[in-house]
């Protein structure tokens, strides 16, 4: 993981990307310990459906957009929907990255795993206040990466995908892993990964409020 991907997780904000900068840690010792600690099937299930419904909102909130309301700016200063499904695109593999190749590798710690019960519904609910609002970091702004709206959902569902697929199939013992966050305390590596949904549903939402804009074009 290099310097640049770190000083992303440092800037994250939630509700408005929170800050998850993580430090480097050597290696988690016991990997056979963790796969006797694997995700319940009801732990995969609520996953996979949260991941489906916000990446089925998403598709659905850009779908069949003229290249003007895929443009369209309500000020100078504020992403058009093109810019802002760009940054949910590639938030994805970011996230996704990070949660699996860095806070994975933290050391277990059993002993917190009651305090953070329920924290998974509370980040579904928080993450959705756009009352708040903050700077992406640099690296997670719009630059233009894919120049159609097709290259750039063909990324998103591949990153989608994987992390569906991580979800189904990983051993990884994600209950056991933990980064304090900020606001929410100490969170584990599957409630990050519900923020990373969560992430793209506030995105979502944002782009709904572009797309009921006074001025955003018929057609």
């Known amino acids: 993981m290099n310097h640049s991907v770190l000083r992303i997780l440092r800037q994250f904000i939630l509700p408005a990307c929170f800050a998850i900068g993580l430090p480097v840690f050597a290696p988690a010792q016991d990997q056979a ?20 419904e916000t990446r089925r909102n998403f598709l659905d909130a850009i779908k069949g957009l003229s290249e ?9 200063d504020r992403w058009s929907i093109a810019e802002v ?47 708040v609002k903050a700077q992406a970091p640099e690296m997670l702004k719009p630059t233009n ?13 591949a990153s989608r995908d994987k992390t569906i697929g991580y979800i189904k199939e990983t051993q990884d013992d994600l209950r056991s892993h933990f980064y304090a966050h900020p606001v929410f305390k100490d969170l584990d ?26 001025g955003y074009p018929k057609k």
């Open 33 to 52: 310990a963790d796969k006797k600690n694997a995700l319940t099937d009801q732990e995969r299930a609520e996953a996979v459906k949260y991941f489906d």
């Open 68 to 76: 003007a309301q895929w443009r369209y700016k309500t000020g100078p």
């Open 85 to 131: 499904a760009e940054h949910i695109a590639v938030s994805e593999e970011t996230l996704f990255n990070l949660v699996t190749q860095r806070l994975m590798q933290t050391p277990a710690a059993s002993e917190k795993k009651e305090a953070v019960k329920g924290k998974e519904d509370v980040i579904r609910a928080s993450i959705m206040d756009r009352s």
């Open 145 to 157: 990466r894919w120049a159609t709206h097709e290259a750039l959902v063909k990324a998103f569902n």
């Open 189 to 214: 590596a599957y409630q990050w990964l519900i923020f990373m949904s969560g992430h793209s549903a506030r995105h979502t939402a944002q782009i709904n409020e572009v797309k009921e804009a006074q």
